[in-house]
């Protein structure tokens, strides 16, 4: 089994600053991707970015140029470093990764979430 356990997030003003972590434990063989999704209150969860296991980074057209995301393979963890945050941020930030448990099974799996909002 695969757990994701995710840090950071809380409460900033617009314009300000926050971080978001993820790490990976369990039964892995090889981290595929990793990445951060969110859902804001009545509506559907959205991909924030996106990182594969060679670097490729996919982002959201509405965070590109403000958040960026990391890896550190070492440590099947994540990072979301979020800049010039907007209220329209504020949403539930989770933790996603696709992961080999063995050389063929792999699985999608999800943090618990941790939420971030952003005051005007």
């Known amino acids: 089994q695969v757990q994701l356990v995710e840090s950071g997030g809380g409460l900033a003003q617009a314009g300000g600053s926050l971080s978001v972590s993820c790490a990976a434990s369990g039964s892995i063989f090889r981290l595929i991707a990793m990445g951060w999704y969110r859902q804001a209150p009545g509506k559907e969860r959205e991909l924030v970015a996106q990182i594969n296991a060679g670097g490729a980074i996919n982002y959201a057209e509405s965070v590109k140029g403000r958040f960026t995301i990391s890896r550190d393979n070492a440590k099947n963890a994540a990072y979301l470093q979020m800049k010039s945050l907007k209220p329209e941020d504020t949403a539930v930030y989770y933790c996603?990764?696709?992961?080999?448990?063995?050389?063929?099974?792999?699985?999608?799996?999800w943090g618990q979430g941790t939420q971030v909002t952003v005051s005007s």
């Open positions: 996603n990764a696709y992961i080999y448990s063995d050389t063929t099974h792999w699985d999608n799996y």
